[in-house]
């Protein structure tokens, strides 16, 4: 059995996130187990760095599965391609060391949330990007934004009420790319709660509206309540960038 | 009544082209006069620059239609919006001379044929590139293009059969934009023939593929026959970019 680390990317559209719940079919590691275990002739169970929402996508989420495979990475690349449907892709393929798990072997992550900026609609980007009209301060996001580098308790961004584990996580960076009406923010951190990269988008689009105030953004995190944060930006314009290991 | 020219976006996946045909309303024309129609409370024609193929896309198609309107034309562009569906946009509008008509007084055109060259399947851009798994030669390409410059009978390049009008047509640039897997051929002309912007760029990706050379080309255009030329490639990685006037 040799290890292998994939790396994919897919349009998270029509799927219920990454992770398989139950008997759902519909979820991105049900159909790559269920093709996996097809090329593999055995159950094959296929790990991912982490959850993705329902409706978020994907351009670098890397997972890993065990199988007994005779032929080149790049001819089993080739056979899952050839299985996957159009909206999932692998990317890359290549033998892992037997130990290695997407997940607990992840050090950092990034995210990338996508927010068309623009009175007139996203006819391209309209599954891609959250389209915001009103014209957004790019200066006072970016001021805000920096409130959030560093290692933080993020209770206060994190969507899951019942969380019992530590919800400190730490932000490296935070950068803002401008094309156009488009606006990326490429959050990259060692990890992220549930819902969280959508949560300070959204918090960070009420400040571009000037509804809040870069200053403020410091007794959101202390405030450690959900409701002191801002809204949660829709699922459809965030993206898996790219999983860091080692 | 006052006229208004507007530069429209469409993603034309769902539509059979722009032009009306009969009674169907899954065209783009189409469903634009219906909306302006309704806005106008009057039935109003509208004209467009020229026809879009089944499933071609625009990012630039410019039309106009003559209209009783009391508002600014932000007000008629953003009541415009309102009403159209997600896939189709108008990005401006401006009031132009009575007698100004989309198709008569366009000058020339860009049209952008989008390429995803790659083993790997083009999940973000399957509906809006053709996917060439094999490698395409670029200097090969980009030599036998400069055949098609200039004023040339391109009716090797032409799907209807029985054009009966003049198939003489001038090229102005053709020009080739690389960004990783992607490949953006931008042809600027004066006009251009059914599906000759498709022929051409099958032409070209025959060449790209070592299946013809480019010194061939010119044979390709004297023999003036559809059937020396290379396969139409497929509308969806089509996209009209601009109209140009005066």
Redesign the interface.
Known sequence: MKNYKVIL???GGRYNGWQKQGNTENTIQARLERIVSEIAGAETEVFGSGRTDAGT?A?GQAANFHIDWQGTPEEL??TL?SR?P??????SIAEVPPRFHSRLNAKAKTYVYTIWNS???P??L?K?AFWCKKPLDREKMEEAAKAFLGEHDFKAFCANKRMKKTTVRRIDAIRFLYDGEKTEIHFTGNGFLYQMVRILTGTLIEVGEGRRQPEDMTAVLQAESREAAGFTAPSHGLCLREVYYH
């Open positions: 990317a897919y349009d996508h351009t690349l080739s391609n996957l159009e909206d999932i892709a692998g990317l009175e007139q609609p006819v391209f309209r891609y």
